[in-house]
């Protein structure tokens, strides 16, 4: 993804890594034809046609506002133990150093914003330092759904979920940097939380509004860019996947031909788009298309 702009406010990429998945087995219900269909927009960013998988991007956003450097959703991360998805598990990949090489340094991140508490969304809050997880950005206040991590609290050792919230989100809260933050919050006036349940009890998205622009980070409102063209397909990877569905169906309403860059959770190269009507009905348009692909 090329740098974005919304209004004065700054958008990067960091990319930790690409996951490829099975279409039927992420949409039950969808017509495995559909990518067929589109493959000419689809390939190679969103799908493999050789292999017929769709591509996963696994990214956090930058922000920069004139107040605050801001880290959306934080990946996989580091050492963690995921013994349910092979990919996950146990990773030692360079993200930090993409970061750092992106100019970030881990000290200068104000705010970590979790969409949600999933663990593809919350692993690098923490690094192993001495066997002991620890927070990545020092000096960042976290800031975590009231829903989820209620949800999150309540699991018990060896329950499904348990192992992030134990080493993701939790040393965060014992080292006093989590806000643990209702539907009604705000950051400031150009940084504010869109509640949007059903992929799981409390996910969010982070609205940026600037200058008359305005940005979204949907999380894991929407996986893969033909859910723009499909919002009703349904997902495996919903806690409430009716909920997750309606969610969808409005926000892709409510955002065609608005003019609001969508910034999502997994989308690869470039990333950045808008949803934009057409005659044979919505088309997800990226702001920086890659005329170079054959
Ligand atoms: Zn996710």
């Known amino acids: 993804m090329k740098p974005q702009s919304i209004g ?14 099975d279409p039927v087995a992420g949409f039950p219900d969808c017509d495995p034809a559909a990518f067929t269909a589109n493959m000419d927009w689809l390939a190679p960013h969103f799908f493999d046609p050789a292999s017929f998988m769709m591509l996963f991007s696994m990214h956090s956003f930058v922000v920069r506002t004139a107040h605050h450097t801001i880290l959306i959703d934080t990946c996989i991360g580091n050492h963690k133990d995921r013994p349910m998805i092979p990919f996950w598990n146990q990773r030692n990949g360079p993200f930090l150093d993409f970061m750092r090489d992106g100019g970030v340094a881990p000290e200068s991140i104000d705010y970590v914003m979790c969409t949600h508490l999933h663990a593809d969304h919350i692993g690098w809050n923490t ?25 999150a609290a309540q699991l018990k050792p060896g329950e499904r979920g348990y192992q992030p919230y134990a080493d993701s989100v939790l040393p965060v809260v014992e080292s006093r940097q989590a806000q643990i933050v209702g539907n009604d919050f705000s950051l400031d006036d150009e940084v504010t939380i869109l509640p949007t349940p059903g992929h799981t009890p409390g996910h969010y998205c982070v609205n940026l509004a600037s200058q008359g ?11 893969h860019p033909m859910q723009i063209l499909h919002p009703e397909w349904l997902t495996s990877f919903c806690v409430d996947p009716q909920a997750s569905r309606a969610q969808r169906i409005k926000f ?20 950045a788009g808008k ?17 170079h692909h054959g």
């Open 213 to 223: 622009q305005r940005g979204v980070m949907t999380g894991d409102l929407i996986h």
């Open 252 to 271: 892709v309403d409510d955002h065609t031909d608005s003019g609001a860059t969508i910034f999502a959770a997994h989308f690869g190269g470039p990333t």
């Open 275 to 291: 949803i934009v009507s057409g005659r044979t009905g919505r088309r997800f348009v990226l702001n920086d298309p890659d005329h």
């Open 127 to 151: 690094r192993l330092e001495n066997g002991r997880w620890v927070p990545t950005f020092p000096n960042a206040r976290y800031i975590f759904s009231r829903a989820d991590y209620e949800a």
């Open 8 to 21: 004065t406010i700054a958008v990067n990429k960091v990319v930790e890594t690409i996951m490829p998945f």
